[in-house]
């Protein structure tokens, strides 16, 4: 056998696991090194940074809610995208103070990416804007009564509120319909005869409204001895100052106090509860052909007060 035969044989069968693997590495590094430059997708969040009207007070308000980030799908080398992941896509900016916009559109070159990364898809692409106005608008501040004065006294009349309204400021929607501002509840229990005062705060206003001024209000409770009382239930509800009005509830419960003379000699039909709309606050049945309103049921009683429940009912017209 030639030496050169000898030679080949060795250089081929020598060794061969050895070889084998060493071909199998060359291999995978060829496809590891070819892969990096080929392009690849990724998925990656963005945050977003908007720039809102810093007007004081701010005439519009953006209503629509905008996520906090969005989701863009990025095309580039494996390499350069294994970079990115890391150091991650900086927020985008959107400038938003001039108030007139009517949509935001995420276009590729808004975004802050390295050299060979480009935006492929952004989800979402655009997001539609909704604007209101801000108003402010007076709205009848609203005291109630918990808990029961001292056995034989008894809370006369209705609690006086000092101031009577509150300014409320926001989008107009949501200001148009609030009905009032509820103060915290008068705690009375253990109150005996005489006039009562208490610095009361105001419940939060819904969101994005907020009320202007002081967040107090002084309530003032008048209890008195109690002569004597009988209760009407289920007394129907007679509706005052427009035709075809509804309330709701239909009936409310009255309890009478007064002298006993002047308490036992009444007969249920004397008990008239009324929903009087010309004396809800922003009512004018006139300019509103139909609508509804909360009202205060009233009771007129010669030398006797009247104790409703519930106070106020919904009247629809």
């Known amino acids: 056998m030639s030496p050169a035969w000898e030679w080949l044989r060795g250089a081929f069968f ?61 095309r580039g080398s494996a390499r350069a995208i294994d970079a990115l992941m890391q150091t991650g896509v900086p927020p985008v900016e959107i400038d938003l103070r001039d108030s007139t916009s009517d949509s935001i559109t995420f276009a590729g070159e808004m975004f802050q990416l390295p050299p060979g990364i480009g935006v492929t898809i952004v989800d979402p692409p655009s997001i539609s804007l909704a604007w209101q106005d801000v108003i402010s608008r007076q709205v009848p501040v609203q005291a109630s009564v918990t808990g029961r004065p001292t056995e034989g006294f008894v809370v006369k009349g209705e609690p006086e509120v000092d101031p009577k309204v509150v300014t409320a400021s926001g989008p107009r929607s949501l200001v ?17 005869e005489g006039t009562h005062q208490r610095l009361l705060a105001i419940d939060p206003p819904p969101g994005r409204v907020s009320w202007v001024g002081p967040g107090t209000a002084t309530v003032t409770v008048v209890v008195a001895r109690r002569v004597s009382e009988v209760r009407f239930e289920q007394r129907p509800v007679e509706v005052v100052g427009v035709a075809n009005g509804k309330s709701s509830p239909r009936t409310v419960d ?8 002047i308490v036992r000699a ?4 004397q008990v008239v509860p009324r929903a009087d709309l010309s004396t809800a606050p922003g009512v004018d049945v006139v300019e509103q052909k139909h609508g509804s309103a909360q009202v205060r049921v009233l009771v007129d009683l010669e030398q006797a007060t009247a104790e409703i429940q519930p106070p106020t009912v919904t009247v629809r017209w």
């Open 254 to 261: 009255v309890t009478v106090i007064g002298p006993p003379e």
């Open 176 to 192: 148009e319909v609030i009905q009032h501002a509820r103060l915290a509840a008068f705690e009375a229990s253990g109150l005996t």
């Open 14 to 74: 020598e060794n061969v696991a050895l070889k084998a693997f060493a071909f199998a590495f060359a291999i995978g590094l060829f496809a590891y090194l070819h892969g990096q430059e080929d392009p690849q997708l990724r998925t990656v969040p963005v945050g977003v940074v908007l720039r809102l009207p810093t007007e004081e007070p701010a005439r519009r308000e953006l209503m629509t809610p905008i996520p906090a980030s969005i989701h863009v799908t990025v």
């Open 266 to 269: 009444l007969r249920p039909e």
